[in-house]
C-alpha cells in the first residue's frame, strides 16, 4: 500500500494541518501494511499557475508537443502519475480565507484535465481516477464543521466536488479546528487525534 501526503501549508513544523496528515499517515501506519509514503509538498516546488503554455500542451497530442510544451507539461504528467501510483492520499487543507491555499488549487488545475483524468460522455462527465481513498487534513483557526460558521468553509465542499469530478468518491474529512479561539485551541489538537483514532481502524 502506497500513500500519497500533500502539504500545501507553508508554515511547516508549526502546521496544524500538517501535524493532522501526519497523524493519520501514523494511524494507517498502525492499522495497514503501508509499504511507503510518499510527501509532497506543494509549498516548496508550487506548481505554476496555468498560462498559455500548459494549456496549449493540455490540448496538443504528445507527438506534436514543442518542446517547451513538453517541459509545461511535465508538472501535470508527474503529479498523475503520483496520484495512479498511490492508493491512500492524505490531503493537508488549511483554511485561508474560507478556502484552500493557492498551492493546492495550482496542483488541482494540473491534474484535471479532459480525456486524462475525465472525460465527457453522453450521459454527462465521467471520472477517470478509480479506487483511491482519501483524507482530508483540515486545519482552522475557527469553527466551521458545524455552527453559524458552516456555510463559510469552502474547502471540504470544493474539494469533495472536484475530487468526485475527477472520480475520487471515497473521502473522509478531518479536522483540527479553534485554533485561534481561547478555551478551544488547547485541546483542539487532542481532539482531533481522538477523532482519527476513531475513524481510522
Known amino acids: 500500500m ?11 513544523n508549526s502546521s496544524f494541518s500538517i501535524k493532522l496528515g501526519n497523524a493519520i499517515i501514523e494511524k494507517l501506519k498502525s492499522v ?15 506548481f505554476p499557475h496555468l498560462e498559455e503554455v500548459h494549456l496549449n500542451s493540455f490540448f496538443t497530442p504528445a507527438e506534436e508537443r514543442t518542446a517547451d510544451q513538453l517541459v509545461a ?6 503529479a498523475i502519475s503520483e496520484i495512479n501510483d498511490a492508493d491512500i492520499i492524505v490531503i493537508g487543507v488549511p483554511m485561508y480565507n474560507f478556502g484552500i491555499h493557492s498551492t493546492l488549487k495550482a496542483w488541482i488545475d494540473h491534474i484535471a484535465r479532459a480525456g486524462i483524468t475525465f ?11 478509480k479506487n ?16 453559524a460558521y458552516k456555510s463559510f468553509d469552502f474547502t471540504e465542499p470544493y474539494l469533495r466536488v472536484i475530487l468526485g469530478f475527477l472520480g475520487i468518491e471515497d473521502i473522509t474529512t478531518l ?15 487532542e481532539k482531533a487525534i481522538a477523532e482519527v483514532d476513531q475513524v481510522i481502524k
Open 132 to 147: 483511491k481513498k482519501v483524507y482530508l487534513a483540515i486545519a482552522s483557526g475557527g469553527i466551521y464543521s458545524q455552527g
Open 2 to 12: 502506497k500513500v500519497l501526503h500533500l502539504i500545501s501549508s507553508p508554515r511547516g
Open 73 to 78: 507539461i511535465k508538472h501535470s504528467e508527474d
Open 119 to 129: 472525460v465527457y460522455t453522453a450521459e454527462g462527465p465521467k471520472g477517470l481516477i
Open 175 to 189: 479536522r483540527v479546528e479553534g485554533l485561534n479561539i481561547d478555551g478551544v485551541k488547547e485541546s483542539a489538537m
Open 32 to 46: 495497514n501494511a503501508v509499504d511507503a509514503v510518499v510527501v509532497k509538498n506543494l509549498t516548496d516546488k508550487p
